[in-house]
């Protein structure tokens, strides 16, 4: 049976914020379990992301959260969509309150990780979601 | 670090020479002789949210709530980064994370009714935005007909905070000119506005307190250096102008100790180094905002005494201003209750608990002298070694600063993944979320953003535009004149006929061989003369 082919994951911030130090943490712990990084850092728009991740043949999405400014991930959303790439796997990450949670969840976000996460289950999430999509 | 301490661990102290009495040589006891009791610390809580009429709100409110002493406004991403309120990208966070103060109307309106006097005014912002909020300031105190030599406060920041999570988008030479000429012409001008160059978000990105006071010193040194050799200005006339923004965390006596270390390394830099000849260079203004990074997401109404030990520590260290962070920071900008919180506390402290009627109550405990010295002797390596490799630019050019943070950032986190790192509540003490306390969330709604951009975008049109062309093509023509020629009487001249921060920024960026906008998305709308 061939090789599994290595996960790969972009981690991004989104919009105007500047804030990366959890971009830069979980862009670690990813690397440290393994998962191959495409680290985008700041002011990815989400058209910029949508291409990375056409260019870049990614297994996921991980965006990480300052700002309150959720319609930037709903574009996300959308334009993945658009692509025909809506099977793509979205996380976020970062300060977002509960109720935003389950509302980005019904936009087709994947999974949401609090602040203070640990590795184990940011890695986990995402191993396991997109395993579960590759089976697909 | 031991369980007990003892006269022994302070053998070696000196006094008159280590230590002196509050108000005197080295200030480690403080500046003031009568402490809090010459002056109260300003009592003030971070603003900036939606519009300008809402943090004008915003403000009187506080106000009620017992701000007193000055006001602090932050501006959002757009305005911090230069673009308009109704550009393409800007247009989708204007008012999100701050106040939209994209232009001189924006801060007419965010200062209806509010005195310009009689309290320090600070708006915090990026570096190259320096000189448009100087700008600004000037024009509306002219137009108020307010004497500009008695408005104080700081609306200049350091061009550093780009390598601290506060990135703007702009080149580092942008940034560093246009920060040089507004701090320059304030100084030149004796316009007793400062410039913050802070700690706070170095240490807030994750850098710890030795790192912090190291990395805090080099800046103020490099600052400081260009100023009297490439500026030409006298030290003594400088060392007004930095204001710095000390992050205090939970870990009660070492932040104590923090300040103070800060206080006797900078009288020793001003005089030692910089060859002070006036008593007051020798002090520092060092305001406080505690630990927005320690605020839980997990059992919120933890926050509150974190909040509660953090400002108490630097109230017992002599800070000249607290903001607080609020107990939902982890979850959105402060709702009322938890900027009531965060306000209530200071005042508790200031009027319940007495912590504030003794100079420096610490002062003499062989635990934080001690420790005041360790932190002090362990910074003086890493500056050191910053300043043998050329200083701050210099280090920030070689990485040395970078990987230094980013290496510390994953140490944290092994810590707390380890739990060598307790922070209770999120690796220590547990609960289902269910269980946990709701707190009140303060939304900004994309409508809001869409909202504000539209207003300027009609706005922008009702303007004397010609006017606005001439000034910005004198502002063109000067950019040009060469690096050693201030900008700042042109900006003030283009801020005055209701020029924005893109219009004016973009000029400027023309003129030094960039596009007009950071994005490359728009063109100048109006017509420069190359």
Redesign the interface.
């Known amino acids: 049976m061939a090789a599994e082919k290595r996960i790969k994951v972009i981690i991004s911030m989104i919009?105007?914020?500047?804030?990366?130090?959890g971009g830069?943490?979980v862009a670690?712990?990813l690397r440290d379990a393994g998962i191959e990084v495409v680290y985008l850092g700041?002011?990815q728009?989400p058209g910029m992301i949508v291409e990375a991740a056409v260019q870049e043949d990614v297994d996921a999405i991980g965006v990480s959260l300052?700002?309150?400014?959720y319609?930037?991930i709903e574009e996300l959303l959308a334009l993945l969509k658009e692509r025909g790439m809506g099977d793509i796997p979205v996380f976020c990450g970062g300060?977002?309150?509960?109720?935003q949670i389950q509302q980005l969840k019904d936009k087709g976000v994947a999974e949401v990780f609090?602040?203070?996460s640990?590795?184990e289950s940011i890695v986990t999430g995402i191993v396991s979601t997109v395993k579960g999509t590759r089976a697909d | 670090m031991k369980a007990a301490y003892t006269p022994d661990d302070v053998a070696n102290l000196d006094y008159g020479k280590d230590l002196g009495d509050p108000g005197s040589y080295p200030y480690t006891r403080g500046y003031y002789p009568d402490g809090y009791h010459s002056r109260m610390w300003t009592q003030r809580m971070t603003s900036g949210l939606v519009s300008s009429r809402e943090t004008n709100k915003a403000l009187h409110q506080y106000r009620e709530m017992g701000q007193r002493g000055g006001l602090c406004v932050i501006c959002d991403?757009?305005s911090a980064?230069l673009i308009d309120s109704d550009h393409p990208?800007?247009r989708?966070?204007a008012g999100?994370?701050g106040w939209p103060g994209s232009s001189l109307l924006e801060f007419e309106e965010l200062m209806d009714k509010i005195p310009m006097t009689g309290q320090s005014l600070t708006l915090l912002g990026s570096s190259a935005g320096s000189a448009i909020r100087l700008a600004c300031v000037v024009v509306l105190a002219e137009k108020r007909g307010v004497d500009l030599q008695k408005v104080h406060g700081s609306v200049m920041e350091y061009p550093y905070a780009n390598f601290f999570?506060?990135?703007?988008?702009q080149p580092f030479d942008f940034n560093m000119k246009l920060f040089l000429d507004a701090t320059e012409y304030a100084i030149r001008h004796k316009i007793h506005m400062r410039a913050g160059i802070l700690s706070q978000h170095f240490q807030e990105?994750?850098g710890n307190n030795v790192q912090a006071l190291a990395v805090e010193m080099a800046m103020l040194k490099q600052i400081c250096s260009l100023l009297v050799n490439e500026r030409g200005l006298d030290f003594d006339d400088v060392a007004p102008l930095p204001y710095e923004l000390v992050s205090v965390g939970t870990r009660f006596f070492e932040e104590i100790a923090k300040i103070r270390a800060l206080r006797r390394m900078w009288a020793k830099l001003a005089k030692e180094t910089f060859g002070a000849k006036k008593e007051k260079s020798c002090h520092l203004l060092i305001a406080v905002h505690t630990s927005g990074r320690t605020m839980?997401?997990?059992q919120p109404l933890n926050n509150i005494v974190r909040t509660t030990i953090q400002s108490l520590a630097g109230v017992m260290a002599g800070c000249s201003a607290l903001d607080n962070a609020c107990l939902d920071?982890?979850?959105?900008?402060p709702s009322p209750l938890a900027a009531r919180m965060s306000l209530n506390t200071q005042h508790i402290i200031a009027d319940e608990s007495g912590v504030a009627d003794v100079a420096d109550p610490l002062g003499g405990s062989y635990y934080v002298e001690s420790l005041t010295n360790k932190l002090e002797e362990d910074a003086y390596e890493i500056w050191n070694h910053i300043e043998d490799m050329g200083g701050m630019n210099a280090a920030l050019e070689k990485g040395f600063i970078q990987d230094m943070l980013?290496e510390e950032?994953?140490k944290r986190?092994r810590e707390?993944?380890t739990g060598e790192r307790v922070?209770v509540g999120?690796?220590k003490l547990v609960i289902p979320?269910e269980e946990d306390f709701?707190i009140p969330?303060q939304?900004?709604t994309?409508g809001d953003?869409e909202g504000v951009a539209r207003q300027m975008e009609a706005w922008k049109k009702t303007r004397n535009l010609a006017l606005i062309e001439d000034k910005l093509n004198q502002l063109y023509s000067d950019c040009r004149k060469g690096d050693r020629y201030n900008l700042m009487p042109s900006i003030i001249e283009a801020v005055r006929a209701y020029a924005t921060v893109g219009e004016i920024a973009g000029v400027v960026r023309l003129a030094r061989g960039y596009s007009y906008d950071p994005?490359n998305m728009i063109a100048c709308p109006f017509t420069i003369q190359v």
């Open positions: 919009g105007l914020d500047g804030h990366i130090t830069q943490v670690q712990i700041t002011y728009t300052h700002a309150s400014n319609s930037l300060t977002i309150p509960q109720h609090l602040p203070r640990t590795a | 991403r757009p980064m990208v800007g989708k966070e999100v994370l999570g506060q990135d703007d988008n990105s994750g839980t997401y997990q920071n982890a979850y959105a900008e980013r950032i994953l986190q707390v993944e922070i999120v690796n979320q709701a969330i939304e900004v994309t953003s994005f």
